[in-house]
């Protein structure tokens, strides 16, 4: 049976070698963190309480809402028949714009 070859590697490859592992090693602690940090932080964004609409909010009879938007003291509804109602923060109508084309 003949001698096998001589393993070791040419000292470029065992760099090339190396640099691949700590590259390896690198991205595999980076994705760690980055699923950490989205696990421990994604909770918080969840919990976080929104903008609510005033209890007994109720919008003109026939009007359908589209859109809606929270502003620093108002609440602007977007309506289906093209109207824009802007309401105060108890839920008093206004101002009332209609959109034309």
Known sequence: MPDAPDPTLPPSLRLLKGLVIVLTLT????????????????????????PSLPDGF?????????????????????????RILIFGRDGTLRQEVTLTD
């Open 58 to 82: 109720t919008l003109p009879a026939g009007a359908k809402a589209e859109a809606v938007t929270f502003g620093t003291g108002w609440i602007a509804v977007v309506t289906t028949d093209q």
């Open 27 to 50: 991205m595999i602690g980076g994705v760690i963190t980055v699923v950490g940090l989205l696990v421990t932080r994604m909770p918080q964004a969840f919990s976080a309480v929104g």
